[in-house]
């Protein structure tokens, strides 16, 4: 075994040995790979096969596309079969919601260019003459879907690693990590030690324990899964073509064709986790034992939808450990807050996103970006609050429902509250229907009495309409009051704080004291990294906004660019500082009463920041927001957040000061054509492609400028728009396929009704062709395409007028 190495990859099932492949065959020496068994003794050895595109999300289902095409070259590269059968797969639909969900899904793969489309019952029957099809309303079917062979596809790309010169070390134990005195890996083993510069866990089942070497708690827990195969089935045997995996998600169970029979694979009622503390070390290739009354239920719903089945016997039934994350997607990148160490675990469909994701995170390994925004399996997406209790709990109410109807809002009760500002209680008062961010209680809207306490989700307008609009007619006509105390917040401070910050975002930092700047920070191509907000406190001291869920991502990334030299300092004050927004066009006067000192326009232009006493506490308002109207964002020691709510309620009384709710902040944003991080602000696009054009400064260095000046050379191909849509009941919300008649030219990034205009919006990103206001295209909801128009942004308010007033 080597001692020195350029990466050490901890685990050989097939999301570690895809990465060390890829590594390898892109061009890394040294790669490294350390298994303590045999190669895919984790789950991998035990997994179905399955390898579908379906994937709620429109970047796990590129990587999903990814694996199917890398799977699908694979024996060609290396001799070694890896059992791939394209047999189509079907999704059925028997409820209204699950139309919906397909509606998106359908949208959505038609933006990624997906061979996709509906099927009739009748077609379906046709498909899988086995099936019966009663109560079913329709489905999708996907004809390029497949299965493969999990240990054939790890063993080709074993074989392809080690072709391009990765060494592949089994029967070897990782029992430890260290820094060295260098700031490399010391990587312990049972046969030795090996120094590197970068550590990818892949650790599978043990991805928690490899994580507590290096001192982290990541949230992933083994559940038991059981899939059945039965006895030979003569229909199977007499078809000459194979029959398409059918997932029948309102049952909870899918189906394949293996062999001469079929597989049923089910995600029973209540998830049993297995060994929940920790997976023993010494298991291995090991079957759990079978619990078919725990089963039995989804056996039963197999046998309605296959009635052959219940004149067939088991042949086997499987039962293994698959890892489980709090949402059910994994967790992959760079290990806050450390430097050259990455994840690649928390896999509960690992088959199918090997080939793409051992693709993917090689290319971020190497490069230091990701070559598609993979936040939505990002490692920090989580907080420290998604620790081992939390995902303990939340995967009891994840795992029954990893069938279950996807959509944006439904706020699940499990696991909660974790994160609660001070003023939690008063908003609870005041009927707020709150939603999880970041581990952080947030009101999504208010709603009065009892009626509309929860939430019916679904892709449609729903119960929580007229609320939002009431909310937003408030803001624009009176004072609302919304706690943000959730941003991502740092102090930025030392001698050369200035200059770094320069370096870290495309804007000019403020030079003035009190003055704010949008300054987004991008990455070394010039793509969108995060949204951040500097306001200059004084020479050498700096307070830095960023978004709440962005608070790992964006604070790693500072670390990580942060001077060895001292000169620059970077503290968290996330968690000390509360902040309030007071909105709407009589928030002056709220403002006004509750505090001592002028914020008169002249003595508190847009654009600055003042400290004012609200009350007794002396505060840090910014004169801006993300609602386009007058308004205020009051930070605050979060110890007196209560004091200051009071003091802006006592004063608001006489101007109707009420609440609002994320949902709110949501559609007047859109209105004013403000962009938000991980919809506009992504990798995929540059500041140049959008209307924050003009917070690029080329005339000064900056993280991302080689870009952003070739792109500027080469013109853009994109641009963002805004798209007023013809709706009835559902309005765009993302990944929404845009048309120039029968032409996708274009996907929305984000959507929803602007209640304050009362039009449906959508932003999104066309060729420059399409730009021009008036320009009549059609945007993809739910599977219809809607009239739309492009509209000058912003909708609201163009002047900037209510904002400045
Ligand atoms: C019954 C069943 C059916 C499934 N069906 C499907 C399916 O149809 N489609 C699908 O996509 N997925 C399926 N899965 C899930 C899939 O198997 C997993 O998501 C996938 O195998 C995870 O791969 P992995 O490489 O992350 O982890 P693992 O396969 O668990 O591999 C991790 C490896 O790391 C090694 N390791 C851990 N710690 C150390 C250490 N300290 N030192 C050295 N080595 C270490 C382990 O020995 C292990 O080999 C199924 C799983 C089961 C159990």
Known sequence: MKTQARVVVIGGGAIGVSVAYHLAKYGWQDVVLIEKHELTSGSTWMAAGNCSFFHGNYYCTQVNMKSIAIYKQLEDETGQSVGWHTTGSIRTADNPGRMEELGYVYSMNRCLGLNVDWVTTEQIKELHPLMNVEGLTAGLYWPDDGDVDPNGITMAMSIGAKRHGAEINTHTQVTGIDRTASNEWLVHTDKGDITCEYVVNAAGLWGPEVAAMVGLEIPSIAGEHSHILFEAIDAVVDRDKYLPLVRDPDRSIYIRQEMDSLILGLYEGKVKQWNPKGVPWDYAQTELQPDIDHIADFIEHGIHRFPIMGETGFKHVTVGPITYTPNGDPLVGPAYPLRNFFHACGYS??????????????????????????????????????NWAYNHEKIEDTYPRLYAVITWNDWRDAARPNRTAPIYAHQKQAGAVFGDYYGWECPNYFCDGSSDTRENPGWKRNNTFKYVAAECRHVMNSVGLLDLSRFAKTRISGPGAEAWLNRMTCQKVPAADG?????????????????????????????????????????????????????????????????????????????????????????????????????????????????????????????????????????????????????????????????????????????????????????????GRAGLEKQKKDGISRQLVCLVCTAEDADPWGYNPIFNGEQIVGMTSSGGYGHRVEKSIALGYVPPEFTAPGTKLEVEVLGKKLPAEVVSMPLYDPKNERMKA
Not at 651 to 678: N, Q, V
């Open 349 to 386: 469909f690992g088959i199918t996103q090997a080939g793409g994701i051992g693709h993917y995170l090689a290319g971020w390994i190497m490069n230091g970006e990701p070559e598609i925004d993979l936040w939505s399996m990002d490692s920090r997406r989580y907080g420290s609050y998604a």
């Open 515 to 703: 003055r704010i700047a949008l300054s987004p920070m991008l990455d070394h191509n010039g793509n969108f990294k995060s949204d951040m907000t500097i306001t200059r406190i004084k020479a050498g001291e700096y307070f830095c906004v960023t978004a709440s869920v962005g608070k790992r991502h964006d604070q790693h990334w500072l670390m990580e660019n942060l001077p060895g030299d001292g000169s620059v300092c970077m503290e968290d004050m996330t968690y000390r500082q509360g902040c309030f927004v007071l909105a709407g066009p009589r928030s002056r006067e709220v403002l006004a009463k509750a505090g001592y000192g002028d914020v008169s326009n002249e003595a508190f232009p847009f654009g600055t920041c003042r400290e004012i006493y609200v009350g007794r506490t002396k505060c840090r308002v910014n004169r801006m927001n993300y609602v386009g109207e007058l308004g205020y964002e009051i930070f605050h020691p979060i110890e007196s957040q209560i004091a200051v709510y009071e003091a802006l309620v006592s004063a608001g009384g006489e101007f109707d000061l009420k609440m609002f709710g994320m949902y709110a902040m949501d559609s007047m944003r859109l209105e004013k054509g403000y962009m938000a991080w991980k919809s506009e602000m992504n990798v995929h696009h540059t500041p140049l492609e959008t209307n924050a054009a003009w917070t690029v400064k080329l005339d000064k260095d900056f993280i």
